[in-house]
């Protein structure tokens, strides 16, 4: 069983930035592949990167690619997400989600976190 823990949401003015981070324990963590969700208000809940267990492959959604950038640190059992040039509808929760392949992290992760939410004024 891995336990995910989100961290760094807040409010932040448009064309900003705002660094996530989030601890796994438990399980093996540190072979899982990472990865962050966001879910919007009346919206569902959407991919937004992963990235493989070695760090060394990323994945990105068109709406975040050049503006967020997803990373991880194994030592730490942490991956993080730096938000930059941030736009008000990047508001939501984010979630941190953990899979044993960045396949699985990107469709059906096996575990989640419980969401930080992350709100962009205008």
């Known amino acids: 069983q891995v336990q995910l823990v989100e961290s760094g949401g807040g409010l932040v003015q448009a064309g900003g930035s705002l660094r996530l981070s989030c601890a796994a324990s438990?399980?093996?963590?540190?072979?899982?592949?990472m990865g962050w969700f966001r879910q919007a208000p009346g919206k569902e809940r959407e991919f937004v990167a992963a990235?493989?267990?070695?760090?060394?492959?990323?994945y990105y959604a068109d709406s975040v690619k050049g503006r967020f950038t997803i990373s991880r640190d194994n030592a730490k059992n942490t991956v993080y997400l730096q938000m930059n040039s941030l736009k008000p509808e990047d508001t939501a929760v984010y979630y941190c989600?953990?899979?044993?392949?960045?396949?699985?992290?990107?469709?059906?992760?096996?575990?989640w976190g419980q969401g930080t939410q992350v709100t962009v004024s205008s």
């Open positions: 989600a953990a899979g044993t392949s960045t396949v699985v992290v990107r469709t059906t992760p096996d575990y």
């Open positions: 438990g399980g093996t963590s540190r072979s899982y592949a």
């Open positions: 990235v493989t267990w070695g760090g060394g492959t990323s």
